[in-house]
């Protein structure tokens, strides 16, 4: 299993401090796991501990998530995408694949899109086209629009227990409940609102870098049809299709994520 050593990254005046998981051997071409909604670098230790010989991941938490700096504000996709670019600057990464898990894929996307010279390819891993016409979204900002401190711990778990279609490992999921209440109600509220009154779409636009599209047949979230969007709009992406696996691959199905990974960054090194 690859060690995992956890840093800070300072990002400069008027931005916050952010920690961040490192992983593998430095050399080639770097990997950046982006995470999603309410988690922290926590979300991609699967992928951390059995990362194979040759690839070197760095996973920042965001803004407001997990043990990093907790501004009043600054929580639409914007934001986070300008802050993961002040993240490759910070820990001196001059190009890197991005990796992103659920709506960690929209701000990676907006930077592969404006930023192509820092990104040498993109991976999608059960990242939403939009979320305006997902129900399920709607029906939980009515929840979440009115979430004062301290956040239930129950909400926190069924959140968490509500993404995967085969078993994940109670202990790992009380991990990643127990890291999205770590987000403040306000962190809850407004990255949630700015993913939905975002124009998520326009975020595929422009993005010529080879990108990877990873989608669970069994994503009680995302449609076959959503992540045909995605193929429709970037010239240069491919879709793999995991069999009985749901939102989040990268829990389900770490081992095969990072042989897909592998391929991917082959051809990036």
Known sequence: MAAVAVHSAVLGEGRPTLPYAEAGSPGGVPLVLVHGYLDSWWTFEPLLRGLPPGLHAYAPTQRGHGDADKPPDGY???????????????????????????????????????????????????????????????????????????????????????????????????????ENLKAPAHVWRETLRGLLETDLRATLAGILVPTLVVWGDRDPLLTREDQQTILDTIPDSRLLVYEGVGHVPYWEAPERVLRDLTAFMADRM
């Open 76 to 178: 639409l996709p914007e934001d986070f995408a300008e802050d993961l670019v002040a993240f490759l600057d910070s820990v001196g990464i001059e190009r890197a694949v991005l990796v992103g898990g659920s709506s960690g894929g929209v701000q990676a996307r907006i930077v592969a899109g404006r930023r192509p010279d820092r990104v040498a390819g993109l991976v999608l891993l059960g990242v939403p086209a939009t979320l305006a016409d997902k129900p399920q979204a709607a029906a939980f900002w009515e929840t979440v629009r009115e979430l004062r401190d301290p956040v239930d711990p129950a909400l926190a778990m069924d959140f968490a227990d509500g993404l995967t279609a085969t078993p994940v490992a109670r202990g790992f999921l009380k991990t990643v409940a127990d």
